[in-house]
DNA sequence: CGCTAGCGTACCCTTTACGTCAACTTGGGA
DNA sequence: TCCCAAGTTGACGTAAAGGGTACGCTAGCG
């Protein structure tokens, strides 16, 4: 059997384009550990550990944040048949979506209010500055620095 | 010219369902200042104050943060007629809005990816841990306690 | 006068995923 | 052998928008 071969975390910086601290954290995490630095002060790295790496920024991609992960990766070590973790992973991904299509819900209704609000602010029917004493909205005989946005009708 | 009547904090709470602490914050930013507590320990809010605070939960609302509002009330102070500002915030818009045009886009995105992946999941084709030896996608001989996702093809 | 809810200041804490020193130590090429 | 880029530990900082607590003072009503 051949020599494994091995990375320096240098060249991990590289290949992912993540920095040598972000790799020492993830060690910090648990996340992943260094192969066994065996009298040298320099972490090496095994291709096990690139491949637990783009595992960690695939899921980390698809919304998990690092405390999700760790904890699946958690249960792997307790679970080596890996039902249980397909499982919570099928929970995990499953909430992130729910996640997802409440955030684009939310999202389609900002960006319809909003762009009605672009219009108004362009038509100078949205007053930042109140425009002097006579202005009708507010309720000061002088002027105002303040003065409410023109409330969207419900169409 | 009657007597402005004034509020105090409690009764802002109330009124906004925010916390005691989030006026004195806001006060800290310089977003609001109390009535002049001439004497008093207790702050006193004005109207204006009132109209203020809504102000700055409609702009939260249209996603501005809270250093950005400060600028614009900034702005607002050196330029009474409200060209500038009015520019300003007509800006601001606009860029809320393309920035929320874009995170809509990649959310979509996001979510046919995730729901491919949840379906994957699912089917068990998705594997967290390596099955085995066997394990067709590994490169090593023993188990491995990480896999790849199944990458997703392009449509 | 006395009570107590309300208000005051001041300080640290939260979350997430690292960034940024500082001050050394080490590895490998010339 | 020498040198310097690369690596090390450890501590502290960052953003955002406040939350939480401690502990003392006050306003205003009965």
Redesign the interface.
């Known amino acids: 059997m051949e020599k494994e071969n091995s990375y320096r975390i240098g060249e991990l910086v590289r290949m992912f384009g993540i920095t040598s601290r972000t790799v020492r954290f993830y060690e910090e995490l648990g996340l992943i550990e260094s192969m066994d630095r065996d009298g040298s002060e320099h972490r090496r790295y095994s ?2 550990n690139v ?2 790496i ?2 960690i920024q ?1 899921l980390k991609d ?2 998990l944040t690092l405390s999700e992960i760790s904890a ?2 958690e249960m ?2 307790a ?4 039902a249980t ?2 499982e919570g ?2 929970v995990k ?2 909430q ?2 729910d996640e ?2 409440k ?2 819900a939310q ?2 209704a ?2 319809e ?3 009605w ?2 219009e108004q ?2 038509r ?1 029917n ?6 002097g004493a006579s202005c009708a909205t507010c ?2 005989a002088e ?7 023109v409330k969207r009708p419900a169409s």
Do not use: M, N
């Not at 679970?79 to 890996?82: A, C, I, L, V």
């Not at 105002?144 to 946005?149: A, E, Y």
């Open positions: 291709e096990r491949i637990r783009k595992r695939q698809y919304g699946l990766f792997a070590r679970d080596r048949t890996g973790v397909r992973l099928a991904y499953r992130k979506l997802a299509l955030r684009r999202l389609d900002y960006i209010d909003l762009s609000h672009v602010v362009e100078a949205d007053f930042f500055e109140c425009p309720r000061w002027r105002c620095d303040v003065r409410l946005l």
